[in-house]
């Protein structure tokens, strides 16, 4: 598992295990954290935009760290990146509390509230689990104070306090996995692999991605497939309501839901066509057609009433359906 990180929270991002810091691995480690920066960045603002209509919104911060002892070999990656301690800043949501507060990229996080990091979070067996700790932590600050205190080092040794109060945001964690191409949701977490091709795609249309991924999970449909089954029929009509979602979380995101289309459009021909189509999922034409109707009803919802607000007005296509259908 490459990491941890989480929207609702603090969203902390673990890193890969690397052997070496050669110059291509130090390569390596920059472009990953600006896929990093780029899923993050989008995913932001379709959490915070999206948040009145989630039921379980939960603060956030807009921080994203990483461990550099999860690269095996942390004291290369801590000189590559400045950093005095094993916990650094891999990316800051813009606009977000993290921002506002000056937070920069690659500044070592020393405290979390009165808790030393170095001291209350020694390097865990998995790896990963150190972030795992430090996410509960942050979360349960967030939840019972509505805010965390932050103390952070940067490269010249200067150091920082700031007491970041959390926004609204759904929960799901955003993570790049330093492999493949998928792009693929958990449940909780929306996951990009390095090398999935909308990382090319003009933001709008990078955000339509993430914002299908975001619905599986707004919609719970990891949850709905265990109750159903697994049936063919039933992944094509979570699928669809992921594609007729997209619209509305890209509106509330300050994105023109037309980028849904678009999106469609480009990635369509080429990946959803064909001998390429994926028979759990409708032809990317007719997806097209269900994306497209879906921005009609966007449109005459915030013409109505000023808002995108699906979580009143979006009908699932897998309500009423049991297990036994």
Known sequence: ???????????????????????????????LQKLDAQLFSVGWKLVTGNAPYCKNAA?????MLHDAHSYGQPEKVREELGLTGDIGVQAVAPWSPAAQAGVPIDATITHLDAATVTATFPPSDPLWQRLTRIN???????????????IWKTRDGGETVALLPGVAACPTRFEVLSKGGRAVADGKRVILGRKFVGFSYDEPEFAAVVAHELAHNLLGHRAL????????????????????????????????????ARFMKQWGPKHSGGIFRKRTHDGWDERLEYIEAEIALV???????????????????????SRDQ
């Open 299 to 321: 449109e005459d919802a915030i013409a109505r009433t000023g808002r995108a607000d699906w979580s009143q007005e979006f009908v699932q296509s897998t309500d009423g359906y």
């Open 136 to 150: 509960d932590t942050v979360d349960r600050s967030l939840a019972e104070n509505g805010q965390v205190a932050v």
């Open 59 to 63: 603060p956030a911060i807009g921080l």
């Open 225 to 260: 497939l265990d109750e159903l089954g697994r049936k063919r029929k039933f992944i094509r009509l979570t699928e669809r309501d992921a594609d007729r979602l997209m619209p509305w979380l890209l509106a509330n995101a300050g994105y023109d839901p037309w980028a849904a």
């Open 1 to 31: 598992m490459r990491g941890v990180c989480t929207l609702a929270l603090a969203l902390i991002l673990s890193a890969w295990a690397v052997p070496a810091a050669s110059h291509a691995q130090k390569s390596s480690i920059r472009a």
